[in-house]
């Protein structure tokens, strides 16, 4: 009956741990799709952008070598872009 009415709703029950796993991964699905996942390598020079770089971020790998450090962030799209730019005006 409420899929009739309400096509996209998510019929759950709170004492059914399975529903309740899935309704927590289609909230985070909800908001994780406008976000975009990139690699960034920011060098050791321009690491005053690390702080910026993980506020507006969620950096899901880090490693460094002798040049820098290599990130893959998942963050908005624009956040993302404006971090490249940034990170390029500093080589």
Same mark, same amino acid.
């Given at each position: 009956?409420?899929? *009739?009415?309400?096509?996209?709703?998510?019929?759950?029950?709170?004492?059914?741990?399975?529903?309740?796993?899935?309704?927590? %991964?289609?909230?985070?699905?909800? $908001? %994780?799709? @406008?976000?975009? +996942? *990139?690699?960034? $390598?920011?060098?050791?020079?321009?690491?005053?952008?690390?702080?910026?770089?993980?506020?507006?971020?969620?950096?899901? +790998?880090?490693?460094? @070598?002798? +040049?820098?450090? $290599?990130?893959?962030?998942?963050?908005?799209?624009?956040?993302?872009?404006? /971090?490249?730019?940034?990170?390029?005006?500093? /080589?």
């Amino acid at each position: 009956m409420l899929h *009739a009415k309400y096509p996209n709703c998510i019929v759950m029950s709170a004492h059914r741990n399975d529903d309740v796993a899935m309704l927590r %991964q289609a909230i985070v699905a909800f $908001f %994780q799709q @406008d976000l975009v +996942e *990139a690699g960034l $390598f920011l060098p050791w020079s321009a690491q005053k952008l690390r702080g910026e770089i993980f506020s507006s971020c969620v950096v899901l +790998e880090e490693r460094a @070598d002798g +040049e820098g450090a $290599f990130l893959r962030v998942r963050g908005p799209r624009q956040a993302v872009k404006v /971090l490249a730019e940034q990170i390029s005006q500093t /080589l």
